[in-house]
């Protein structure tokens, strides 16, 4: 069964940081690329980060650019995403994602597991 378990949302206040977590179920994931979605209320989801299976390649949105940092310990089956300089902007819902396709990124049409979401809340 495939299971992705995200967890390290909360409150902060802007120019705040908190880092997230992605437990995955299996050692299986660590071939496939894995990443970071978010959805802020009446919004559609949009993409945030992505990083391949051995780590060495990652993609972030513009809006994170330079702020968020995506990286994984494949000997803990963990993907993390450390943000720094927090916005109120930055306030939603976070969605750990696993490709489905090896060799391809989070953003790929083969779609994606999903885990059950964290929220981040940024104030002014």
């Known amino acids: 069964q495939v299971q992705l378990i995200d967890s390290g949302g909360g409150m902060v206040q802007a120019g705040g940081s908190l880092r997230l977590s992605c437990l995955a179920s299996?050692?299986?994931?660590?071939?496939?690329?894995m990443g970071w979605f978010r959805q802020a209320p009446g919004k559609e989801r949009e993409f945030v980060a992505d990083?391949?299976?051995?780590?060495?390649?990652?993609i972030y949105a513009d809006s994170v650019k330079g702020r968020f940092t995506i990286s994984r310990d494949n000997n803990k089956n963990t993907v993390y995403l450390r943000m720094n300089g927090l916005k109120p902007e930055d306030t939603a819902v976070y969605y750990c994602a696993a490709a489905r396709q090896m060799g391809q990124p989070v953003t790929s049409p083969g779609g994606n597991y999903w885990g059950q979401g964290t929220q981040v809340t940024v104030s002014s």
């Open positions: 990083i391949s299976a051995n780590g060495g390649d990652q």
């Open positions: 299996s050692r299986t994931f660590r071939f496939y690329s």
